[in-house]
């Protein structure tokens, strides 16, 4: 978003008498097209980045309003029935399979209570993976972007220093005047790749960061209601 302002048509800021936005339509065709492929993966991972500020902020605010209702002395049942009308996220999610999986296993068949929290651990593993999985969604591009973006943009500048230097060498003419506006573009990619890599490479580390901390804090809780499922089956048997 910000690096599509900056190449838009109120940029003001000058390279001697050429703008960022005169650089791009005046360089070579396939310099061109690595500006451009550059610009959109900028665009798309800055629409990651905000989009996943908001998913893990709001995956610790569910998390943390769960707990304060798990450890409430609230009844499980009534915070199940209270939570299954609707649709959870993070940790909730995980007490809601758990418990459904629960109901079925002992309201279906007293005698299979050996069986219960095989199962129960079972469903909590899966709806982790699965919430986990939504998370970090879409976190492989901002690495890859992170990673080849540089790359990426150095090979729009090594192409448009050969394309600079083969329009020198056909002109016979070397001043200075002539070869810097051909550096000057060749060089903005490597800037562009730059600009695009380093705030996926940021955020890439701090998501990544974020969905360590909350896939313990749900493998935590899930080894807390094992427990308490493993007190109810000794109480039932």
Not at 117 to 133: A, L
Not at 164 to 191: C, D, M, R, W
């Amino acid at each position: 978003m910000f690096l599509a302002d900056t190449l838009g048509a109120q940029i003001t800021v000058n390279t001697g008498n050429m703008s960022f936005l005169d650089m791009f339509w005046t360089a070579h065709p396939v310099v061109k097209a690595v500006m451009f492929g550059l610009l959109l993966s900028s665009i798309w991972s800055w629409a990651i980045i905000v989009e996943k500020i908001f998913a893990f902020r709001r995956a610790r605010k569910e998390a943390d309003k769960f707990e304060q209702l798990f450890w409430s002395g609230q009844s499980l049942d009534e915070l199940y029935a209270g939570l299954s009308r609707g649709r959870t996220f993070s940790m909730a999610s995980l007490f809601v399979a758990a418990m459904r999986e629960w109901k079925r296993s002992v309201e279906g068949n007293i005698r299979a209570l050996g069986g219960i929290q095989m199962r129960v651990e079972k469903v909590m593993d899966v709806t982790i993976s699965r919430e986990m999985e939504q998370l970090d969604r879409r976190l492989l591009f901002l690495a890859t972007v992170g990673s080849t973006a540089p790359f990426v943009g150095l090979f729009g500048t090594v192409w448009g220093i050969m394309s600079s230097f083969t329009a020198i060498a056909g002109s016979k003419n070397t001043s200075l005047a002539v070869v810097a506006p051909g550096i000057a573009e060749a060089l903005f990619a490597t800037a562009l790749g730059l600009l695009a890599a380093i705030p996926a490479v940021i955020f890439y580390n701090k998501f990544s960061a974020d969905s360590s901390r909350l896939g313990q804090r749900l493998e935590t809780f899930a080894d807390e209601f094992a427990a308490i499922v493993s007190r109810q089956i000794d109480v039932r048997t």
